[in-house]
């Protein structure tokens, strides 16, 4: 789910706390030194995301922010903000020559440069976080009637 977070609106809040669970505490922050990744370079989309990013010629930057039960991925396109939603379960992450994230049938790839280099502690944390997830609610899967 993409939502247009360019203004703080209780509702989309609310949303987004009930999908993939509410910020860190400044405590739990701390202790996981942090929880965003830096801004990266958007070098490729799926065609549907593609309608949140920048013309031709302008890039478009996004970063990564952990929850307990997903990450948040947002989209700068000019002053808009868009927020990408991706709960542990339905996120993929595949790494060749740049990391790219797929979800819902959608998918980002990153730019492969000085700043990416700079966010490979970051994905490990969050592959370290997606682990832990699949292994508290993994067996929990529906088994269909």
């Known amino acids: 789910m993409v939502l247009d977070t360019s203004n703080k609106n209780k509702n989309i809040v609310l949303l987004i706390n009930d999908l993939v669970g509410k910020p860190y505490s400044f405590i ?11 801004k990266m370079i958007i070098a490729d989309a799926s065609v549907y995301m593609g309608l949140y990013l920048n ?23 000019g002053i808009k903000t868009f927020t990408w939603v991706v709960p542990f379960y339905q996120l993929v992450l595949y790494k060749k020559d740049c990391n790219s994230i797929h979800a819902h049938g959608r998918f980002l790839r990153f730019k492969k440069d000085h700043i990416f280099e700079k966010n490979k502690a970051y994905f490990h944390k969050l592959l370290n976080q997606k682990a832990t997830y699949e292994s508290k609610y993994g067996s929990l899967k529906y088994s269909g009637s």
Do not use: H, W, Y
């Not at 739990?28 to 830096?38: A, D, P, R, T």
């Open 55 to 77: 013309k031709a010629n302008t890039v478009t930057l996004a970063d990564i922010e952990l929850r307990p039960l997903g990450v948040l991925i947002r989209i700068f396109k």
């Open 28 to 38: 739990q922050l701390l202790k996981m030194k942090g929880s965003f990744s830096k």
